[in-house]
């Protein structure tokens, strides 16, 4: 199949070719398939993990091998200055930086008894402040025709069942912080965009999983999607030149 975004060149005209992008948590799942979805469109890119270091780096072979620039950084989003950091190491590396994916994220379910304060710091560290700082730090280094886009949740728009209280709550406050930093950043020309995958198979919530049945009869399509669904997504708002402060539903019909 042909990627059209492929087409052109110059950021305006949609093409990726030699954009500098940063992709948290890209070792595995829908962060590993939005770096090569965004690498085979032309971008040279850097990705995070934490202790998916073989992971990430059969990511960087795998962008190598389409002739692009990869770089594999190992960076805790929960620790504010590898948050940060991460985001001027991306930078060096490739040269400058055109946009941030910021999808690494955690998943704590469970009964609101049983959540300790230590797994509302854990998750807020992770899903919301590590998001802000490396937000605000790529926003620092980003020039006209820059991408901040963030991986949220469905359960931001439907909460199917208890269980979501923590989750749910953090990947909501990322709502707030696109819509600002769309307001904050749109005079520099700098987009800020949330895309809310629904269940997708992945190391997360695998589609042969104990909640993988009901999860697929609370979707229109009667299906679990797959990684590329949201990474094409994901590729398109790079592009995408007068798309700001939106959220995007990749759910398969779940908040239907
Ligand atoms: P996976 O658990 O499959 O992969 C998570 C990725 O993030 C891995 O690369 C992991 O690295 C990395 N990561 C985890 N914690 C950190 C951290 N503290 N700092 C840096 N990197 C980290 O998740 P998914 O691909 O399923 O999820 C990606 C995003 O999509 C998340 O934000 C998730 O909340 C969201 N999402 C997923 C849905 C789904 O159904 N799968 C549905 C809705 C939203 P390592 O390999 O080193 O552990």
Redesign the pocket.
């Known amino acids: 199949m042909t990627n059209t975004l492929t087409v052109g060149k110059g950021h305006d005209s949609g093409t990726l070719m030699g954009r500098k992008v940063l992709v948290?948590?890209?070792?595995?799942?829908?962060?590993a398939a939005t770096a090569l979805r965004l690498a085979r469109a032309g971008a040279d890119v850097a990705v995070?993990?934490?202790?998916?270091k073989d992971?990430a780096e059969d990511v960087v072979r795998a962008i190598e091998a389409l002739g692009r620039r990869g770089v594999a950084l190992r960076?805790?989003?929960?620790d504010p200055d590898e948050a940060a950091g991460a985001v001027v190491l991306a930078a060096e590396a490739l040269g400058g930086l055109d946009v941030l994916v910021n999808?690494?994220?955690?998943?704590v379910l469970g009964p609101l008894e049983g959540l300790a304060p230590a797994d509302v710091e854990r998750v807020l560290a992770?899903n919301v402040r590590g998001v802000f700082l490396a937000s605000q730090a790529a926003a620092a280094r980003m020039g006209p025709g820059g991408r901040i886009i963030t991986?949220g949740?469905?359960m931001v728009q439907r909460v199917p069942g208890p269980g979501g209280t923590l989750y749910a709550m953090s990947k909501s406050a990322l709502v707030g912080l696109t819509k600002a930093l769309a307001r904050e950043l749109g005079a520099r020309g700098i987009t800020a965009n949330i895309v809310h995958?629904?269940?997708?198979d992945?190391?997360?919530?695998p589609a042969d999983g104990e909640y993988a049945a009901g999860n697929s009869a609370l979707t229109a399509l009667g299906r679990y999607g797959v990684v590329d669904e949201v990474a094409s997504v994901v590729a398109h708002l790079v592009g995408a030149t007068y798309v700001t402060g939106a959220e995007f539903t990749v759910d398969g019909g779940f908040t239907a």
């Not at 948290?24 to 962060?31: A, F, Q, V, Y």
């Not at 999808?103 to 998943?107: E, L, R």
Request: aromatic share 2%.
């Open positions: 948290t948590g890209g070792s595995r799942g829908i962060g995070t993990y934490v202790n998916g992971g960076a805790d989003s929960g999808n690494a994220g955690v998943g992770v991986i949740s469905c995958p629904g269940p997708i992945t190391d997360m919530n």
